[in-house]
């Protein structure tokens, strides 16, 4: 019997690059204003993803890793302490950068479908949940009247694949890996990473791309209004297994 649905966020419900796009300006025309030394010395894209000065900071702090916050936050850190910023000037400017990031980083446009879709399922007495390696807060989006819990590499100390964050989800709910349906777009850090735990898995494949090998989710779906039909196939296969 399947009880609960779990969602990957971004680029499964709303589009991520242009979000963290607008989240970077943000953030950039806040530093201009407030740390304008910073800004003298550093481009955005030093504080990007895949950045020489990001990739030296994973060196040091592997630790980190999983962590787009503490990442973004330990980089802030450092260049703003490069600039001649004192340690507790560099913390606390960093932290406030940050929450100009974050705020905008919440300003998604979601999918076609994605709402209404989660209201369909909501309403059929499917807990919802968000499993997700960014930082979003499905509560700061618009959609914390639709999900019953979240977890993320935040939260849980490690970002999928790895199956912390399932095992996580699968514990606060008290729920066997058979009651869950994970839906996600990475083929990868959704599909495979919840097939190893036995969950039903859909494939949001929204770009109609070719699956790229290993074993193919449940369903796959090119359309988010797909979903509750895709659910009920599932629910129904699970439903005959249990009478064999």
């Known amino acids: ?58 060196q040091r702090h592997p630790e980190i890793a999983h962590s787009v916050t503490q990442i973004r936050l330990k980089l802030l850190e450092e260049c703003l302490t490069h600039c001649g910023y ?9 932290w406030s950068a940050f929450e100009a990031f974050i705020e905008a980083r919440h300003e998604v446009e979601f999918f076609a479908h994605a709402r209404s879709m989660l209201e369909n399922l909501h309403q059929q007495g499917y807990r919802l949940g968000a499993l997700s390696n960014g930082n979003a807060e499905v509560s700061r989006t618009g959609l914390a009247d639709l999900f019953d819990f979240q977890f993320n590499a935040d939260h849980v100390g490690q970002a999928k694949p790895h199956p912390l964050m399932f095992e996580t989800a699968l514990r606060h709910g008290g729920l066997d890996a058979q009651q869950v349906i994970h839906v996600g777009d990475h083929p990868v850090n959704d599909v495979q990473a919840a097939q190893q ?32 039909a895709a659910v009920e196939a599932i629910r129904a296969k699970a439903a005959k297994q249990l009478c064999l």
């Open 86 to 94: 004192t340690t507790a000037e560099a913390v606390e400017l960093a």
């Open 197 to 228: 735990l036995r969950i039903w898995t859909i494939w949001v494949n929204l770009e109609v791309s070719a699956w790229p090998g290993g074993q193919p989710a449940d369903v796959e779906v090119t359309s988010l209004e797909h979903i509750p």
């Open 1 to 58: 019997m399947i009880k609960a649905i779990t969602f990957d966020l971004d680029d499964t419900l709303w589009a991520v690059d242009p979000v963290i796009q607008h989240a970077n300006r943000t953030l950039w025309d806040w530093l201009h204003t407030h740390t304008p030394l910073l800004t003298q010395r550093y481009v955005l894209a030093d504080l990007n993803e895949g950045s020489e000065l990001r990739a030296g900071l994973l």
